[in-house]
């Protein structure tokens, strides 16, 4: 008898439990899905080839030029508003474009920005217009702005899957040795620590055409003091950074080690990031001695509280892929950079 009452008691006061929760339809909703940098484009097919077309590519689909081959910023995925079904509407990311069916004299407009729509963590836009000129016109004056709402959604998508994965023993050896944190997924495993140097690492393998390729994601940190502002030339930045992968980073062969690839162009821009001047550079590295190779980024930052340079950098080895993904997810980790005294 008493064994029944409690069983009636726990079933019942599970109950009252889920009646308080409140309900929140997003959980119902399947995971958003897609690959990093990728946005659906809903459109009718007749304006595929359009004037509104040659825009949405300019604005997002320029070619990267630090890369190894030829890869655009993002990736357009086109569809009809017919084809628009099924796992296509759980994309993380989806730009309605829908032309005509307004009243008379009225303008093209973009909506409010939606989220959790047809699936966790996505965002969708619309694009509405009375015809393909204002549309056209609507794109060209606020698709830079558009792309960076892409941009900053799926590094943010990003940013909060690493966080909840993300290593401790690895950000413990970086405050320790280098003074710095930065959210590393605990699927990466540290190479080496010489003291002015932290090597970490990830490799997965992908299974494409019938055989499985390594993929290898590399970061490493290192700092020094600061003198003056040539620390953020971008010469400067190149050879320091050759100096450290030349003693530190070898490969297979003896006597290769890293190096950069001169031929492909440098990128460098100024900004600010979680408080901090930060001189980010981008190019192509290579095995001297070696055939290997692929793109990277690096992260020099002004630590003005310490008066030092702190440079975070990202490298990418995968010769059967495109690169822009793995960019990316570095560029999530290497900018989620704090400093342990803060």
């Known amino acids: 008898m008493i064994k029944r009452l409690i069983a009636f008691l726990t079933v019942t006061l599970a109950l009252i439990s889920c009646e308080n929760k409140p309900y929140d339809p997003v959980e119902s909703l399947p995971e958003s899905s897609g690959e990093i940098g990728e946005v659906v ?67 093209a407009f973009f909506g409010k920005p939606q989220a959790n729509v047809w699936s966790k963590g996505q965002l ?118 050759d100096s450290m992968t030349k003693k530190y980073i070898p490969g297979m062969i003896e006597g290769s080690y890293m190096v950069t690839e001169q031929q492909y162009g440098l990128e460098n821009k100024e900004t600010h990031a979680n408080g901090y001047f930060v001189s980010e550079t981008r190019g192509v590295w290579k095995m001297h001695k070696a055939i290997m190779g692929g793109p990277f980024m690096s992260l020099t930052i002004y630590d003005d509280k310490n008066q030092r340079i702190v440079c975070l950098e990202g490298y990418v080895h995968a010769p059967h892929f495109r690169k822009m993904p793995y960019i990316r997810e570095l560029e999530a980790i290497l900018y989620s950079f704090s400093f342990p005294s803060e």
Do not use: C
């Open 41 to 107: 484009v809903v459109m009718e097919k007749a304006y595929w080839t359009s004037s509104l077309m040659n825009v949405l590519n300019d604005k997002f689909a320029k070619e990267v030029q630090s890369l190894p081959q030829p890869e655009p910023l993002m990736t357009l995925k086109l569809v009809t508003n017919k084809g628009f079904s099924g796992n296509m509407m759980n994309h993380h990311s989806v730009l309605i474009v829908e032309i005509g069916g307004l009243k008379e004299g009225s303008q």
């Open 124 to 241: 969708v836009y619309k694009l509405k217009a009375p015809d393909l000129q204002s549309a056209t016109e609507l794109l060209e004056v606020h698709g830079d702005q558009l792309f960076d709402y892409f941009q900053d959604h799926y590094q943010n998508k990003i940013k909060n899957e690493i966080a909840a994965n993300k290593s401790t023993s690895i950000n413990e050896e970086l405050g320790l040795t280098m003074g710095v944190n930065i959210d590393v997924p605990n699927s990466f495993t540290l190479v080496s620590n010489y003291n002015d140097l932290i090597w970490i690492k990830q490799q997965r393998m992908k299974y494409v055409d019938g055989q499985d390729h390594e993929i290898q994601l590399g970061i490493l940190a290192y700092t020094y003091p600061y003198t003056d502002s040539l620390a953020f030339d971008m010469e400067h930045i190149v050879a320091r950074r």
